[in-house]
């Protein structure tokens, strides 16, 4: 039986590079697979970056289906009136575009274009996706964020970074129309956006996927039981620290999410996966790529120097303490939204 995988990135063209380098790594690690779709949602993305797309598919054989994402800016935008986040629509446009897209098996993975690919996905082919819309794996957030969104603290709450969708599941669901009617008369806007509407709708419907295919940086930045601790998170609505030490030995899929470390892709970073980011972009066709420069704010600069020269003891309660005050900001944001 051939194994074909089914891609889905967003893009806009700032983080076109960042996203080539996903798809570069994601290429060379699965050479093995029959076929490998890549179906790019193109956020006016420039016409170099697009032929470097073209090319880095080309490199290995693959196919690159560019999808024009002009209608579902105007149905985000005009016909739902929601508000974009930081300044872009890119993060909607996997919600809108799913229905659209035509496949030749029945899922198609979803990745955020800051995971970096380091094995097979070939396991993800055959999936048992039984009778959900979707597999995903816990987010590593807050507890008490999901009181916002009045998902009860029990309850499992994943993240979207890494989604397998259940293509055939996702039409005969509708699940397009129900976001778009919630989007119409409950709510028109989240905080995390596409993940929080996930969660909102389908979370009863979502298989769990084991935490190797999206590990999130923040257990090698603060360590595991203190990111266990830090956030509230238990076993019943978590992974056990023993199923978070297994991933964290060799994950397939890291997720290099933000911190006071800074990003890979920005110049002065000290995020653990920078080693890992620049091996694969020195092989990729954005190897000339210059990294960014970030104009940081103070608290930025604060907590950074406190986590660099402080003892992990007592540099978590603080951090702590930082993250209480961010779910209050963030609580006031959410607030906002809901009125709009």
Same mark, same amino acid.
């Given at each position: 039986?051939?194994?074909?995988? #089914?891609?889905?990135?967003?893009?806009?063209?700032?983080?076109?590079?960042?996203?080539? $380098?996903?798809?570069?790594?994601?290429?060379?690690?699965?050479?093995?697979?029959? !076929?490998?779709?890549?179906? &790019?949602? #193109?956020?006016?993305?420039?016409?170099?970056? &697009?032929?470097?797309?073209? !090319?880095?598919?080309?490199?290995?054989?693959?196919?690159?289906?560019?999808?024009?994402?002009?209608?579902? =800016?105007?149905?985000?935008? @005009?016909?739902?009136?929601?508000?974009?986040?930081?300044?872009?629509?890119?993060?909607?446009?996997?919600?809108?575009? $799913?229905?659209?897209?035509?496949?030749?098996?029945?899922?198609?993975?979803?990745?955020?274009? @800051?995971?970096?690919?380091?094995?097979?996905?070939?396991?993800?082919?055959?999936?048992?996706?039984?009778?959900?819309?979707?597999?995903?794996?816990?987010?590593?957030?807050?507890?008490?964020?999901?009181?916002?969104?009045?998902?009860?603290?029990?309850?499992?709450?994943?993240?979207?970074? $890494? &989604?397998?969708?259940?293509?055939?599941?996702?039409?005969?669901?509708?699940?397009?129309?129900?976001?778009? !009617?919630?989007?119409?008369?409950?709510?028109?806007?989240?905080?995390?956006?596409?993940?929080?509407? =996930?969660?909102? =709708?389908?979370?009863?419907?979502?298989?769990? =996927? @084991?935490?190797?295919? #999206?590990?999130?940086?923040?257990?090698?930045?603060?360590?595991?039981?203190?990111?266990?601790?830090?956030?509230?998170?238990?076993?019943?609505?978590?992974?056990?620290?023993?199923?978070?030490?297994?991933?964290?030995?060799?994950?397939?899929?890291?997720?290099?999410?933000?911190?006071?470390?800074?990003?890979?892709?920005?110049?002065?970073?000290?995020?653990?996966? #920078?080693?890992?980011?620049?091996?694969?972009?020195?092989?990729?066709?954005?190897?000339?790529? !210059?990294?960014?420069?970030?104009?940081?704010?103070?608290?930025?600069?604060?907590?950074?120097?406190?986590?660099?020269? &402080?003892?992990?003891?007592?540099?978590?309660?603080?951090?702590?303490?930082?993250?209480?005050?961010?779910?209050?900001?963030?609580?006031?944001?959410?607030?906002?939204?809901?009125?709009?």
């Amino acid at each position: 039986m051939s194994k074909i995988l #089914n891609v889905l990135y967003q893009s806009n063209d700032y983080y076109a590079p960042i996203t080539g $380098v996903s798809l570069t790594s994601l290429m060379m690690h699965n050479q093995d697979l029959d !076929e490998i779709n890549v179906y &790019l949602l #193109n956020d006016e993305i420039s016409e170099d970056n &697009l032929k470097k797309f073209k !090319e880095a598919c080309d490199d290995y054989g693959r196919k690159l289906i560019l999808i024009d994402t002009k209608k579902i =800016l105007i149905k985000l935008r @005009d016909e739902l009136k929601v508000s974009p986040f930081k300044g872009t629509y890119t993060t909607y446009f996997k919600l809108i575009s $799913v229905k659209d897209l035509d496949l030749p098996t029945d899922r198609v993975l979803q990745l955020d274009g @800051d995971t970096i690919i380091t094995g097979p996905l070939a396991e993800l082919c055959e999936f048992d996706l039984e009778d959900v819309v979707l597999a995903a794996t816990y987010d590593c957030t807050m507890n008490g964020y999901k009181t916002l969104i009045d998902i009860p603290l029990t309850d499992k709450y994943y993240n979207g970074g $890494v &989604l397998l969708i259940n293509h055939k599941k996702w039409l005969e669901e509708d699940c397009e129309g129900q976001i778009v !009617e919630h989007l119409k008369h409950v709510r028109n806007g989240y905080y995390t956006v596409d993940q929080d509407i =996930l969660n909102v =709708l389908f979370r009863d419907q979502i298989k769990y =996927l @084991d935490l190797k295919y #999206n590990f999130n940086s923040g257990f090698y930045i603060y360590g595991i039981k203190e990111s266990l601790r830090m956030y509230d998170l238990k076993d019943e609505y978590y992974n056990t620290i023993e199923e978070v030490k297994e991933a964290y030995k060799q994950p397939i899929v890291y997720h290099c999410m933000g911190a006071m470390t800074g990003r890979p892709w920005e110049q002065n970073s000290i995020h653990p996966q #920078n080693n890992l980011f620049d091996q694969y972009l020195k092989v990729s066709r954005w190897k000339d790529f !210059e990294k960014v420069a970030v104009n940081r704010k103070m608290i930025f600069k604060l907590q950074r120097f406190l986590y660099q020269v &402080l003892p992990r003891s007592l540099y978590i309660p603080f951090h702590k303490q930082g993250q209480k005050a961010y779910l209050k900001k963030m609580d006031k944001v959410v607030q906002e939204i809901s009125k709009e």
